[in-house]
């Protein structure tokens, strides 16, 4: 017990050091300094509120138990024996609880998402189903207020999309889209098919953090920069001005192309920002590596092939093959209801991190 208080101590007093910090003069000239603290107090007030809790709770089992030793009066005796029951089961619910919060939480799962949905084996079939996850996506991300902006696609001969990219913004996307990251396979008819047989087919999808320019420093000198004419849908300007950008990254050889947006100033931020995603994610590929070897809930990105989910319409079932999760609500799934299996996930991966830190203090 008194382990776990020292570190919430320590923890509560970090919390209210950089309180103080924050409206000091100097901090809050300093934008950069701030914005950190901020989120760094912001992180914190979580653990010091059930700091605070448990706290509370050990404070009145000591009083319970103070209350069983001296008093003679049986029922207030049996008042304190029932008091220190349910005390206890919260002790032991708050325990767990905090050792879940005190567990590093990966610092990208703030931050806004690039995902990419690709089509797999399964021809017209696979960009029609891609089209169908991007949908799912779409109203998922409606649902919790995320924006969604397009950075490129291609679409499908029979509808869906071969390719598409897509940012999106919100308070902690990548925390939860990360789950999604893998090869998701569907069984059903597809529409092409006269004779009534079912097929299977796959898309991949891939979900990186977005980076921010403090995370990449990009020199200019190691870009080098083309314009040309943008090609297909989108009015008057195609083919008639240099909107579209393609950008090289010199050192990695990285090629980032937009042409979306009528606007080259646009397609060059969006450009950019791809650009600086694409080379945060080779350093961040090394922790995928490492962390998708320790635990089934997370897949490297590198690693296309990795089954995580299926989709079977006949049925009406989806399965995670990760945590074997099986539902039969793919109707409402399609439709973006996705949070119960992301919350299925994310208890099955905090075991395994517990287990990690566990072992970890087993060593020490």
Known sequence: MSILLDKLEIIYKRWEEIGDQIVQPDVVADMKRYVKLSKDYKDLQPIVEAYKQYKNIISNIENAKDVLAKEKDEEFRLLAKEELIQLTSHYEEMEEKI??????????????????????????EASIFSGDLFRMYTHYCEAKNWKIDIVSMTEGTMGGFKEIVFDVTGEGV???????????????VPQTETQGRVHTSAASVVVLPEADEFDVELKQSDIRKDTYCSSGPGGQSVNTTYSAVRLTHIPTGIVVAIQDEKSQIKNLDKAMRILRTRIFEMEYQKYLDDVSSKRKTMVSTGDRSAKIRTYNYPQNRVTDHRINLTMYNLTAFMDGNIQDTIEALQVAENAERLKETVSIQSID
């Open 99 to 124: 050792r879940l919060l005190l567990i590093p939480s990966d610092p990208q799962d703030s931050k806004n998402a690039v995902v990419e949905i690709r089509a797999g084996t399964g021809g017209d």
């Open 174 to 188: 990548y925390g939860l889209l990360k789950y999604e990251s893998g090869v998701h396979r569907v069984q059903r």
